[in-house]
């Protein structure tokens, strides 16, 4: 992991004729999707509003890697995976600033999916950590690159390639994104999951083969050297050159793609709700038409729908206002590096929507506290029926 931790999380530097072709020639880098935890942190020690006095502050961040602490241990013993996580919350209800309230205005960051740190039984054979099921975690948030069903843990955007030093960087590349022909009707960049019964990508990977002329797949296989979907400029590529790009489920409800695919202009077309629907709540308006396709799952399972036809369905003038709303969207997707730049932004970044968002959780927790309420009350209960709405207007039971 040295190389992706470099440049405060970001990666190596893109700076190849290649790569300039596709992207631009600053601010690109081979970004892995578990780094946000240290991406996020340095943004954090750059945060104007920081304050040493703890009394004064409205929340405190807990910098810990969560994500990259668990990962060296997932194969291990329970124990080992669970030690740092209770070590940390041992540590955290010690301090002064714990008791102001009791962990409510503490948060983390998680690269990874919450689930990951949510495991339900102590069996060896059981995946991830318990981190976010301790007593002490209870009272706190995770800011995770997927949330589980659980109220405190709440989902902000993947690590993308692109992090601009300069707002007229992002301006440049919007525009760039606005006038790109696209040769393909729609892409698929991914591999197939033969042993799950749950997932679709076989039959995403027929129809794209069976249909050239309108779709564009690539493979993701090999090793790390081998495989075109570790290259920045294979995936963006791909997607610029795509009207509609395929995100399925995979491994986890979420993908990084979804947001590769919106840098890209390229509109993202959805099978699950919780791949984005009921994810980024902070980021994604409610009227999931306007930025997206959906195709349900259960309709491509039984060949109901063929994805060509569904997409070819999609009139012009929808597909530009769909592609127009995505461009919009690229400016609070991005983890920027404004170090270096003298001008305030006309733009809020996704740590600064992050934050901002966090912030005006803490303070609906401190009012409650003030008005003599219970704060906890649904600060991190299981939450399963936020979203009976959409799952019945997308025919999921």
Not at 126 to 151: H, Y
Not at 380 to 394: C, F, M, P, Q, V
Request: proline fraction near 4%; aromatic fraction near 14%.
């Amino acid at each position: 992991m040295c190389a992706y931790l470099s440049n405060g999380g970001f990666g190596t530097k893109l700076e190849d004729d290649n790569s300039k072709r596709v992207l631009m020639e600053n601010s690109w880098f081979v970004t892995d999707q578990f780094t946000l935890e240290v991406i996020f942190h340095n943004r954090m020690k750059k945060y104007e509003c920081l304050t040493n006095n703890s009394s004064m502050a409205s929340a405190i961040f807990v910098s810990y890697y969560a994500g990259l602490d668990l990962g060296q241990y997932l194969f291990s013993n329970i124990s080992v995976r669970d030690y740092s996580a209770r070590k940390l919350v041992e540590i955290l209800a010690k301090r002064s600033e714990w008791k102001t309230m009791w962990g409510r205005d503490h948060f983390m960051i998680g690269g990874r999916v919450a689930w990951d740190f949510r495991r339900q039984r102590d069996e060896e054979d059981d995946w991830g950590s318990k981190l976010m099921l301790l007593p002490e975690s209870n009272n706190m948030t995770l800011l995770s690159v997927e949330s589980s069903l659980w109220n405190n843990d709440i989902s902000i955007p993947f690590p993308t390639y692109f992090h601009p030093s300069k707002e007229s960087e992002v301006f440049v590349w919007q525009e760039r994104m606005r006038k790109r022909e696209r040769s393909y009707l729609f892409s698929f960049a991914g591999a197939p999951r033969p042993g799950s019964n749950f997932s679709i990508r076989s039959e995403l990977v027929n129809q794209c083969k069976s249909s050239p002329k309108h779709c564009n797949f690539m493979g993701c296989y090999g090793s790390s050297m081998t495989n075109p979907c570790e290259s920045p400029e294979k995936v963006m590529g791909l997607f610029q050159n795509s009207i509609f790009c395929l995100q399925p489920v995979g491994d986890a409800y979420t993908r990084r793609s979804t947001f590769d695919s919106i840098l890209a202009g390229c509109i993202p077309v959805f099978f699950h709700p919780r791949t984005a629907y009921t994810q980024y709540q902070w980021y994604f308006q409610k009227n999931y038409r306007k930025y997206s396709v959906f195709i349900s799952q259960n309709d491509i399972k039984e060949k109901r729908v063929l994805i060509s036809d569904k997409l070819l369905g999609v009139s012009k003038d929808q597909v530009m206002k769909m592609r127009e709303e995505i461009i919009g969207m690229i400016p609070k997707v991005v983890y920027g590096d404004w170090s270096s730049s003298r001008f305030e932004r006309k733009f809020e970044d996704a740590f600064d929507v992050a934050v901002k968002g966090m912030l005006e959780r803490v303070e609906k927790v401190r009012k409650k506290i003030i008005d003599g309420e219970d704060p906890s009350e649904g600060f991190s209960n299981e939450n399963k029926g936020g979203y009976d709405w959409l799952w019945k207007e997308l025919g999921f039971k």
